[in-house]
């Protein structure tokens, strides 16, 4: 029965060295240590054996049951780092390599100024409102006193999509569209995307603009020069110089152009103001009573001030831009500048 025993520790062992996979372990395990296994096998004969000798019997085979048992469980741990480290090293995880950086985006150049703008706007009390880019003729012209065939339409070369429907040519139509909807008082401030045809390298056939309206009792030009020349000390900085100078839209009277003394020469000229030391900044006025009419507001009642502003040509002034249509080729290394 010694020699019986020894033989089945043999051949366990055989066959574990061929064995490879959990489940061939598993069934060698049970074939051999289970409940009806070769082992349970072996000693239903027990009764056969010399009473001397039974407790060595009992004692070798519980060595080989612990043996074989330690090893089959050893044989599959060892199985598992195996097909841990193979597929590791399939898949070519190298965990010793730095890790990739997770690139971070930015806000785009003429998001940024905008937001700026928005905020100094904010503090004076206006809200921000937007308008639609596909406009009708009426609110992007008719109502703004621009009638069809007047002259002030060809400083704005317009997409038209219908005869009476076009790609808005400024943020303006918007005032119209808020005064429309609200009564005074009312301060608003609208950002967006305007379209001209005009393409070099400060014209681009989308561009965007700020449009400003404040309407109330007793506004005067003097609010007007006062908010402007506020809002582009906090833009430019405090020591920034403005120049109002006259000017004419159809949808305000008296007209200002705004000019600031050039950020890139101090005032005594050079090629970003055309040698004239002045760069000019906004358009402005007060509400003409021609468009209060349009809107059903009384002009004798009401007054108000209104303005727009090219984003693209303040964020160039700002950040020293030369050529406006880098803000739209979406070149990561331009963008990053900022
Ligand atoms: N809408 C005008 C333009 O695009 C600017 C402007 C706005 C002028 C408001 C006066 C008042 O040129």
């Given at each position: 029965m010694i020699s019986e025993l020894q033989q089945l520790e043999k051949d366990a062992l055989a066959e574990l060295d061929t064995a490879k996979t959990e489940d061939q372990f598993l069934s060698i395990k049970t074939k051999y240590?289970?409940?009806?296994g070769l082992l349970t096998g072996i000693l239903?004969?027990?009764?056969?054996?010399?009473d001397d000798e039974k407790p060595l019997i009992g004692k070798l085979c519980n060595e080989i049951k612990n043996s074989l048992s330690v090893k089959i469980d050893e044989a599959i741990q060892q199985q598992a780092r195996q097909k841990k480290e193979e597929i590791i090293l399939k898949e070519k995880i190298d965990v010793t390599l730095p890790g990739s950086s997770v690139k971070c985006g930015r806000i785009h150049p003429i998001n940024q100024i905008c937001r700026e703008i928005c905020s100094v706007f904010s503090s004076f009390g206006f809200s921000v409102v937007e308008g639609p880019e596909i406009e009708l003729d009426y609110y992007n012209f008719e109502a703004l006193?621009?009638?069809?065939?007047?002259?002030?339409?060809?400083m704005q070369d317009t997409f038209y999509i219908e005869e009476n429907i076009v790609?808005?040519?400024?943020?303006?139509p918007v005032q119209v569209r808020v005064m429309e909807k609200f009564r005074p008082p009312l301060r608003i401030l609208s950002p967006g995307k305007v379209y001209r045809r005009d393409s070099d390298v400060s014209h681009t056939p989308m561009f965007h603009q700020i449009e400003g309206l404040l309407v109330d009792k007793n506004v005067t030009f003097g609010d007007l020069k006062g908010i402007l020349t506020s809002f582009l000390k906090k833009i430019f900085g405090e020591v920034t110089v403005l120049r109002f100078r006259p000017s004419f839209f159809?949808?305000?009277?008296?007209s200002a152009e705004v000019d600031i003394r050039?950020?890139?020469?101090g005032g005594s000229g050079c090629r970003v103001c055309g040698q004239s030391g002045w760069l000019e900044i906004l358009g402005s006025g007060m509400v003409d009573p021609a468009v209060f009419r349009n809107v059903n507001y009384d002009s004798e009642e009401y007054s108000g001030f209104a303005f727009g502003l090219g984003l693209e040509r303040m964020a160039m002034l700002k950040y020293g831009i030369?050529?406006?249509r880098l803000f739209f080729e979406n070149d990561i290394r331009f963008l990053k500048q900022f």
């Amino acid at each position: 029965m010694i020699s019986e025993l020894q033989q089945l520790e043999k051949d366990a062992l055989a066959e574990l060295d061929t064995a490879k996979t959990e489940d061939q372990f598993l069934s060698i395990k049970t074939k051999y240590l289970g409940r009806k296994g070769l082992l349970t096998g072996i000693l239903r004969n027990i009764a056969k054996v010399s009473d001397d000798e039974k407790p060595l019997i009992g004692k070798l085979c519980n060595e080989i049951k612990n043996s074989l048992s330690v090893k089959i469980d050893e044989a599959i741990q060892q199985q598992a780092r195996q097909k841990k480290e193979e597929i590791i090293l399939k898949e070519k995880i190298d965990v010793t390599l730095p890790g990739s950086s997770v690139k971070c985006g930015r806000i785009h150049p003429i998001n940024q100024i905008c937001r700026e703008i928005c905020s100094v706007f904010s503090s004076f009390g206006f809200s921000v409102v937007e308008g639609p880019e596909i406009e009708l003729d009426y609110y992007n012209f008719e109502a703004l006193n621009i009638p069809k065939d007047h002259p002030a339409r060809d400083m704005q070369d317009t997409f038209y999509i219908e005869e009476n429907i076009v790609l808005r040519t400024h943020t303006s139509p918007v005032q119209v569209r808020v005064m429309e909807k609200f009564r005074p008082p009312l301060r608003i401030l609208s950002p967006g995307k305007v379209y001209r045809r005009d393409s070099d390298v400060s014209h681009t056939p989308m561009f965007h603009q700020i449009e400003g309206l404040l309407v109330d009792k007793n506004v005067t030009f003097g609010d007007l020069k006062g908010i402007l020349t506020s809002f582009l000390k906090k833009i430019f900085g405090e020591v920034t110089v403005l120049r109002f100078r006259p000017s004419f839209f159809p949808f305000t009277e008296p007209s200002a152009e705004v000019d600031i003394r050039c950020v890139m020469c101090g005032g005594s000229g050079c090629r970003v103001c055309g040698q004239s030391g002045w760069l000019e900044i906004l358009g402005s006025g007060m509400v003409d009573p021609a468009v209060f009419r349009n809107v059903n507001y009384d002009s004798e009642e009401y007054s108000g001030f209104a303005f727009g502003l090219g984003l693209e040509r303040m964020a160039m002034l700002k950040y020293g831009i030369s050529d406006i249509r880098l803000f739209f080729e979406n070149d990561i290394r331009f963008l990053k500048q900022f």
